[in-house]
């Protein structure tokens, strides 16, 4: 990731309209062993709303010139430092929001970028981007404009047209906790590079909750974490949710361009994309029927699955208490060391 300024400057600057010294002082903890939260900021318009901020922060060839890399829109891309956890992500986007006077969440100008540490494998990216899609409380269609960025065919870094991408080979951080398949709380991430990125359009509280939940299981599950037989528990779980809807085809598709990209790959992975939102549309529409059909016939009605939605958001709630639980278990019992 490229930035040339610190979280530092950017509370010291923000501090003049927002406090913000509880963000200051914890923006570096890792909460329940998940991982640490990188973000960027898409501005789709002319971007006027940034300009105190950046001009705060050193200038606009300081701050965005260094960055190449943006949607294909965008009239700038906001890179900003990571943090370590989801909570303080959305803390640090609040604080943006009122500095700015004006909404970055829910925001249809506003093109969010998640970046996680560690670089996932092509089925695993499937699932990170099917998770996000079906667990987000924002049903989105998409067009290819909405993932086009400036390194879709980029010499040394073609990302095509993708939901999921890969680093580009910034800036990496690795100075955050990791939680070790041997129960070590280590001072270090694993990697010394590679991130997998999520574009969320215009993304929520929850988006970036359940995108940094659903990372850290798949990571963990590749990379030998503490989370890793949760993850591989996960992986399990939602593959079964796909076959009960005969989804299963949806993660043959490639999700992620790799370096051994094929001709007409953004064409398979736009019509796996496709076919998902088609499905999520139809399935929220039978479900809002048969709810009105319940409560204009309000008797005994034998229950009925909700539909993939709710089935993922289910499955999204379980794993986060099975993590929180556990956690609350080790800080108990004072592991991992």
Known sequence: MAYTY????????VQTKVPTDALAANFRRVEHGLLSVGLKIHCLDNGEKFDKLIEGLGGASKILGVNHYKDARASLCLVLPPVGSATAATQLIECIEQFIGSPIFGNRQIQLQLCSPGQLSARASALLGIAFYLGSDTLRRYTQADLRT??????????????VLYDAGGDFDRDFSWWSSCGAREPNLPFTNGRTDLLLGSGSRLDIENINLVATLLVHSEYDGYWRV???EFSVEME??????????????PWVRQSLAQIGDDDRFFAALQELVAYAYGESTRVKQRRL???????DVPARPSGILEEMQRLLSKYRKLIERQSRFISQAGEPA
Not at 6 to 13: E, M
Not at 240 to 253: C, K, N, V, Y
């Open 293 to 299: 059909l319940l409560f204009e016939r309000w008797r």
């Open 6 to 13: 610190r979280l530092q400057d950017l509370f010291a600057l």
């Open 230 to 232: 949760l993850g591989q």
């Open 240 to 253: 079964a949710l796909l076959e009960r809807h005969i989804l299963t085809g949806l993660l043959a598709a």
């Open 150 to 163: 400036t390194f879709q065919f980029d010499f040394n870094h073609p990302r095509g047209i993708r939901l």
